[in-house]
């Protein structure tokens, strides 16, 4: 390759040669299977009627139907139909064969002239009342052929097995069956693979049937399929081709999908050349970008065979850091708390029996064969999360632990425990059933039992119960000596209990000092042990009690030596600097140190009787303060951060212990945007203390308010400052992107659980990360979907390559657009480059004959997305881009500073006030605020909502981790968040769809003569 770099790319349009999700058509872009397609022509040659095909899903069984007209060189004696049943799982057997027999007519008759050659429609209307007349119908098609056979190649059909249809799966071939011994011109070939399961059915059903597996590439194909797309402008090198063909194992779409994510990435670096380690930097976002595929490859196995799946990843992953063999994945579960009896053991012996020969494992079943498949395993399935699949195995089980809550609601706790009980003896896995068990014996005072179910929940879930299985394990060592009176009773079993402790928590004061104490004793004992057995228990701990201080302090001064610190550090003074410039319950006014714009036009008065509020507050006078920060709110009705802090009054005057959270808003960068997300927060906080401030057993919510200036250099020192107030349980925020991924790590050391209500970057991942607004990913693909139905055949995108949310919608859009488009050209421009002008860069898309301009702008340029807008309004009509963008448009003050330019602007969005759902809450809203709400507020305030109920479900002395762990237990219906179902995915993120909606006029009076309105629904149906 002689070109350089920079001539490779000097085409912007450059579009990305690979292909993965959709089936392959041209013959051209489709490598190997030679073998498989003389076997198809040998056996057809040989008059096999039934030829089986099976693999497992994303393999590319669809596109080797599609190629087996022109790739089997028998077209003068066959004639090849597709029927493809994708989106028919719900179809009866009549129906099937009336879409059967229409097609056959379509694809072999409609464009014959002869009359001969013509079938009465009537004849085809009537199949469904008459589904016998199928086979003379069919007969007087193959006549009407002449010498030549009919091959139907069957692709999807196994979709009437998926719902749990089976009649109807094995009624469509049990008809085939008769009809094919019937008709000696009929041939069909069937490909199966969305079961495991199925093939087997159809070796019995079609005995002696030639089949043949759709397997893996050999390493020729691959590097075929690797080098051959791409070879006019891009070199691997044999380093790079070995290591796709290692991660790929010759798996045509994960080789795709690699291949896709280099030449995005080498695009974007305008180099040529692909090595090695070009290949390890761009996997992570292959693993992103094939998400969608990957799910749907793992979706058609039973639950045993994704648990062993699951577990063999595990295993090789821990393999793999400790350099040894694989652990057998059935040892591997139990150690995870899994209890396998004769029925379990025998179910996934079965499953990886079944995955090795689907390939699905290698043929030891102690590897993944796909190294790309289990990388995303330990991602996206991890095995301490895939075994509570376990649970749906018995439906007896889950209906005695849902009747238990009806026990538990009556307060009968007995009858709570027998139902509980039951679960577990009919589902030895019912791991939620164990994990109510557990603190329901600790609360009857059953030490023995509590003690035995913590330590297999600790197996399961370590950080669900980590602090419950210590204080079980510390509280029945204490019972021991209560119990027995004297230390050398059980003296044994009792520093085992304590050693546990230390076990799973080395730096435990207490257990510690129970452990010296024990063997204080132990050394008393070798010296007079008869003295020792008359000396009580209490006298030695009141001894030992003297040291403590001492100890604490050695302890607490040996923590600070060793404790890792932080890659940064603020100092006590400068953490209390931070608090008193950025932080405020109630102390200070957040808004009132940047602006003057909050209240009543700059009312003297109102900055005075804030002051006032805030002193009254700062004094810990909290019942004046409610009553001074009530006037406040009255005469601000609008303004969210007077009704904090009078909630925040309320919650300390009714409990000097209330519930915390924190809210991080860019307050002195963005106050309209930090106030819409404080709204929702602010109503949701409301909603909660007014239902229980009158109850004397509920701590209220307080919110700390912090600003972080949307800046990533102050968000984590922000983020340091939350953390050291062990009180604040939760923080919602940070608001934009990148000032959430640099605070992320803080908060992850601290196991803090954070939700962000507007940052949508993918980028953003941690065990302790939650997302109540969509990702951009799923908002990026809504946009491309919208685009594939448009005349559209070029596009260009402009964005902020430096920030990490629109980095990141730009790399989706441009991903999900060019797969469900293939033949458009994209060209994206970075609005930070120093030479960027809109007017000239509108311009020349126009003269290019550009269609249509994308706007992803980051809240730092969005003034440049307006200007693209008014230099494209300034063009003659005909000559105007169509515009689309994402959510960072959506504010009714884009639409006031940009108008009549955004006329006809296509966003897609995380939530409209239009939604049906939503109507009950945006009455609420109107009425909280006296006008209309946008998608951070409702975002804002489901976050608000999530963290209460966790909160709420996590005990009366909630901690982080419960919190972080009842986070991903949220199940909360439309009618209590801001109209969408709230419920998070294993990655933290929430699980919905956007929205499109277009900028038309409207006598809205907040957004001048425009709004936001949803798409036709006739229209968005299509998507």
């Known amino acids: 390759?002689?070109?350089?770099?920079?001539?490779?790319?000097?085409?912007?349009?450059?579009?990305?040669?690979?292909?993965?999700?959709?089936?392959?058509?041209?013959?051209?872009?489709?490598?190997?299977?030679?073998?498989?397609?003389?076997?198809?022509?040998?056996?057809?040659?040989?008059?096999?009627?039934?030829?089986?095909?099976?693999?497992?899903?994303?393999?590319?069984?669809?596109?080797?139907?599609?190629?087996?007209?022109?790739?089997?060189?028998?077209?003068?004696?066959?004639?090849?139909?597709?029927?493809?049943f994708q989106d028919k799982s719900q179809w009866s057997l009549d129906q099937i064969i009336h879409s059967l027999i229409q097609k056959l007519v379509q694809e072999i008759f409609e464009d014959s002239e002869d009359a001969t050659h013509r079938i009465d429609s009537a004849s085809i209307e009537g199949l469904e009342e008459y589904p016998n007349e199928f086979r003379k119908l069919l007969h007087s098609i193959v006549q009407k052929l002449?010498?030549?056979?009919?091959?139907?190649?069957?692709?999807?059909?196994?979709?009437?097995?998926?719902?749990?249809?089976?009649?109807?799966?094995?009624?469509?071939?049990?008809?085939?069956?008769?009809?094919?011994?019937?008709?000696?011109?009929?041939?069909?070939?069937?490909?199966?693979?969305?079961?495991?399961?199925?093939?087997?059915?159809?070796?019995?059903?079609?005995?002696?049937?030639?089949?043949?597996?759709?397997?893996?590439?050999?390493?020729?194909?691959?590097?075929?399929?690797?080098?051959?797309?791409?070879?006019?402008?891009?070199?691997y090198n044999e380093g790079a081709i070995n290591e796709i063909f290692r991660l790929s194992a010759g798996h045509p779409y994960f080789t795709q999908a690699i291949c896709y994510a280099l030449f995005v990435q080498a695009r974007a670096e305008e180099k040529s050349d692909i090595l090695e380690i070009d290949v390890g930097r761009a996997i992570d976002k292959a693993i992103e970008l094939s998400e969608a595929g990957l799910d749907w490859f793992r979706e058609g196995l039973l639950i045993p065979e994704r648990v062993v799946f699951s577990a063999v990843a595990a295993a090789q992953e821990n393999a793999k850091q400790s350099h040894s063999p694989p652990e057998n994945s059935l040892n591997l579960l139990e150690n995870h708390g899994v209890k396998i009896e004769q029925i379990l053991r025998e179910q996934l012996l079965q499953a990886q029996q079944t995955l090795s020969e689907n390939d699905f494992l290698d043929p030891s079943g102690y590897r993944v064969t796909v190294e790309f498949v289990r990388r995303w395993l330990i991602k996206y399935y991890p095995l301490r999360s895939e075994i509570w699949e376990l649970e749906k195995l018995d439906d007896e089980a889950n209906n005695y632990y849902e009747g238990a809550d009806k026990w538990r609601i009556r307060g009968d706790i007995d009858r709570e425990l027998e139902h509980y009980n039951m679960a577990l003896e009919l589902n030895p896995n019912h791991f939620n059933a164990l994990f109510r068990l557990a603190p329901g014996h600790k609360k009857k005072q059953r030490f023995d039992e509590a003690l035995q179910l913590y330590e297999r929940a600790y197996r399961i879930h370590p950080q669900r119960v980590k602090e419950e299985y210590i204080?079980?394990?510390?509280?029945?060592?204490?019972?021991?000596?209560?119990?027995?009176?004297?230390?050398?009773?059980?003296?044994s079993v009792v520093k085992k209990l304590y050693e546990t402790v230390l076990e799973i928590e080395p730096y435990n004061m207490e257990a510690q000092k129970k452990l010296r104490e024990l063997k204080d004793k132990e050394n008393a004992q070798v010296y007079d042990s008869n003295k020792f057995k008359a000396i009580p228990i209490r006298h030695i701990f009141l001894t030992a009690a003297l040291a403590v201080p001492l100890v604490i302090g050695i302890g607490f001064f040996w923590g600070l030596r060793t404790q890792q610190a932080p890659d940064f550090i603020l100092g006590k003074s400068e953490l209390d600097q931070l608090e008193r410039e950025r932080f405020s319950s109630g102390e200070q006014r957040i808004f009132g140190r940047y602006n003057n714009t909050n209240y009543k036009d700059n009312n003297k008065d109102d900055d005075d009787q804030f002051l006032i509020c805030n002193k009254e507050f700062k004094n810990s006078k909290y019942k004046k303060a409610v009553t001074c920060f009530q006037e406040l709110v009255n005469d601000n009705r609008n303004d969210p951060e007077?009704?904090?802090?009078?909630?925040?009054?309320?919650?300390?005057?009714?409990?000097?212990?209330?519930?915390?959270?924190?809210?991080?808003?860019?307050?002195d960068k963005n106050s309209k945007r930090a106030k819409a997300i404080l709204r929702g927060v602010a109503q949701a906080q409301n909603e909660y203390n007014r239902d229980y401030y009158f109850s004397q057993n509920s701590s209220l919510l307080e919110i700390i308010i912090a600003n972080d200036s949307n800046d990533d250099e102050i968000s984590p020192k922000v983020a340091q400052g939350i953390v050291r107030d062990k009180n604040i349980l939760g923080v919602i925020g940070h608001n934009s992107s990148d000032a959430t991924k640099a605070a992320l790590e803080v908060y992850e050391k601290e196991k803090l659980a954070v939700i962000s209500s507007t940052s949508t970057s993918i980028d953003l991942k941690s065990d302790a990360f939650f997302r109540t607004v969509i990702d951009d990913s799923v908002a990026s693909k809504k946009l491309a979907e919208y685009v594939k139905f448009r005349s559209i055949e070029k596009i260009v995108i402009f964005y902020n390559k430096e920030s990490s949310f629109s980095k990141s919608i730009n790399e989706f859009f441009d991903f999900y657009l060019t797969s469900l488009k293939p033949d458009v050209k994209v060209k994206s421009i970075d609005l930070k480059q120093p030479s960027f002008e809109p007017s000239k860069e509108v311009e020349e898309a126009a003269n290019n004959q550009v269609e249509a301009g994308v706007l992803f702008p980051n809240v730092g340029k969005i003034d440049l997305a307006i200007e693209i807008a008014e230099a494209n309004y300034k063009l003659p009509e005909n000559q105007r881009l169509n515009l689309l963008g994402g959510s960072s448009l959506y504010n009714c003050d884009i639409l006031n500073q940009g108008g009549e330019a955004l006329k006809g602007l296509i966003l897609s969005i995380p939530w409209s006030k239009e939604l049906e759902t939503a109507k009950k809450f945006v009455a609420r809203a109107k009425a909280q605020w006296g006008g209309e709400v946008g998608w951070r507020t409702a975002t804002s305030y489901d976050a608000t909502k999530a963290f209460i109920s966790a909160l709420s479900n996590s005990g009366d002395n909630p901690t982080r981790s419960k919190v972080l762990e009842k986070l991903k237990e949220v199940n909360l219906p439309s009618n209590e968040t801001s109209g969408q179902h709230l419920k998070f995915n294993p990655e933290g993120e929430i699980v919905g769809q956007a929205i499109l909606v277009e900028v038309v006029e409207s006598q809205n009076p907040a957004c001048s003569n425009l709004d936001f309105s949803l798409i036709d629904k006739g229209v968005s149906s299509q998507f």
Do not use: C
């Open 1 to 84: 390759m002689n070109m350089t770099s920079t001539e490779n790319w000097q085409n912007p349009y450059r579009q990305n040669p690979y292909i993965f999700g959709p089936p392959i058509d041209e013959p051209e872009l489709f490598f190997g299977r030679e073998s498989l397609f003389r076997f198809i022509e040998d056996n057809l040659s040989n008059n096999q009627r039934v030829i089986l095909l099976h693999g497992q899903r994303r393999i590319g069984k669809s596109s080797v139907l599609k190629q087996i007209p022109k790739q089997v060189r028998l077209e003068h004696q066959f004639v090849f139909i597709l029927l493809d």
């Open 146 to 235: 002449g010498s030549k056979n009919l091959v139907l190649l069957l692709d999807e059909f196994d979709v009437f097995a998926s719902n749990n249809n089976d009649s109807i799966f094995e009624d469509f071939f049990g008809y085939l069956k008769t009809i094919v011994s019937e008709e000696k011109q009929l041939f069909i070939i069937p490909v199966v693979g969305r079961r495991l399961t199925d093939m087997p059915k159809l070796l019995k059903l079609f005995k002696g049937a030639p089949n043949q597996k759709i397997g893996l590439l050999e390493r020729v194909s691959t590097e075929r399929l690797v080098t051959r797309p791409a070879r006019k402008f891009l070199e």
């Open 471 to 491: 204080e079980s394990l510390m509280g029945s060592g204490d019972n021991l000596i209560q119990k027995n009176g004297f230390i050398e009773t059980n003296l």
């Open 642 to 667: 007077p009704l904090i802090y009078y909630n925040n009054s309320l919650a300390r005057e009714n409990n000097n212990n209330p519930l915390k959270i924190a809210v991080v808003v860019p307050a």
